[in-house]
């Protein structure tokens, strides 16, 4: 397929828990579509002011401009669009379903289109809308973080607050308390639901 074609379009997945290198795995197809002579544009959601407020930054300093959009409003992504062939959106967990009917348009309309985003929250359940754009797209990549426990690939991410295991039904954010996250297997991922 030639790179300057707008047609035959396709979404792509890159998924996994916390630390798992989804955005450095994001980041390194940017760089080689980028390479090739392509136009990239990347969208990340305004909620995640990691890094800076207007790049996509990897855990070992690399760096990519974004588009900062509302993630309640994708249709703000479609409206910045200028016609680039590569459209990307990291941390696609905390978009609206919006996200969906919109990248499945971009595709039909000839666009690669690229999703880094948590499979899964930490309760270990499926994270929309990522969960839906997994079986919408033509390919997935699952990536491993290892499980700080036991050092078995892990595929969960683990929230712990105040030196605790949360708590199913603790809410997103514990204001005041000392919140951190790890990556965890299956056997060692624990969430209290007493
Ligand atoms: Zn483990």
Redo the contacts with the bound molecule.
């Keep these: 397929m030639s790179p300057r074609s707008l047609s035959g379009g396709w979404m792509e997945v890159i998924t996994g828990c916390m630390f798992s290198g989804k955005t450095d795995e994001l980041i390194r197809r940017l760089d080689r579509a980028e390479i090739a002579g392509q136009d990239v544009v990347v969208f990340k959601p305004s909620i995640d002011d990691r890094y800076s407020e207007d790049s996509i930054g990897s855990h070992n300093g690399k760096q990519w401009e974004a588009e900062v959009i509302d993630p309640e409003d994708v249709g703000e992504a479609e409206e910045r669009l200028n016609g680039e062939e590569v459209v990307a959106f990291d941390e696609a967990n905390f978009f609206s379903a919006e996200l969906i009917e919109i990248c499945e348009k971009l595709a039909d309309n000839g666009r690669r289109v690229i999703l880094a985003g948590l499979d899964t929250d930490f309760r270990g359940e499926p994270f929309e809308p990522v969960h839906e754009l997994i079986a919408r797209s033509e390919y997935v990549d699952k990536l491993q973080a290892i499980?700080v426990?036991?050092?078995?690939p892990?595929t969960r991410t683990q929230r712990i607050i105040d030196g605790d295991p949360a708590h199913r039904d603790d809410p997103t954010i514990v204001v005041g308390a000392d919140e951190k996250y790890e990556a965890?297997?299956r056997?060692?991922h624990e969430v209290r639901t007493g």
Excluded: F, H, M, S
Aim: charged share 40%; net charge neutral.
């Design positions: 499980c426990k036991c050092g078995e892990a965890r297997c056997d060692c």
